[in-house]
């Protein structure tokens, strides 16, 4: 459990300090992931193993069950609270992004290549009476 703490810390650092870590992060990101597997995997035989004693009625496995549940209820507060925290930071982190000077700078870009348009439409369409006439030494007779 402490590798896959350590890991974590190691790749939220990475996050931050990408220069000094990022040769790093596949590495953390492996063991985070076998670490995970792992747990799963310890959680589902556990499961499976009460669920046995369950259907064989053996002694204490009622008791097994119901502090399973109440340890599952009481850790879902704060998994949620942190859920939670994570999920507004995210969404305050992506609407900096987008922040209205962006907006504004998208309009104004808009608003020229609009113009740009317009101009070159007007020159193109000008009428031919105002474009300058030949000069005389090149026309034909």
């Given at each position: ?43 589902g035989v556990n ?55 962006i907006d504004r ?29 030949p000069s005389p ?5």
């Amino acid at each position: 459990m402490a590798v896959i703490l350590g890991s974590l810390h190691l790749m939220t650092s990475a996050m931050q300090h990408s220069s000094q870590l990022s040769g790093w992060y596949s590495a953390m990101v492996g063991i985070n992931t076998l670490g995970t597997l792992l747990l799963l995997g310890l959680v589902g035989v556990n499961g499976y193993w009460l669920y046995k004693q369950l259907r064989q009625r053996e002694a204490g496995s009622r008791l097994t069950a119901r502090m399973a549940v109440l340890f599952i209820l009481l850790t879902l507060a704060p998994a949620s609270v942190v859920f939670y925290s994570s999920m507004q930071f995210l969404h305050e982190s992506i609407d900096s992004w987008f922040d209205t000077e962006i907006d504004r700078a998208m309009e104004d870009a808009l608003e020229l290549g609009q113009a740009v348009l317009g101009e070159r439409t007007r020159a193109w369409w000008k009428p031919a009476s105002k474009s300058p006439s030949p000069s005389p030494a090149r026309r034909r007779p």
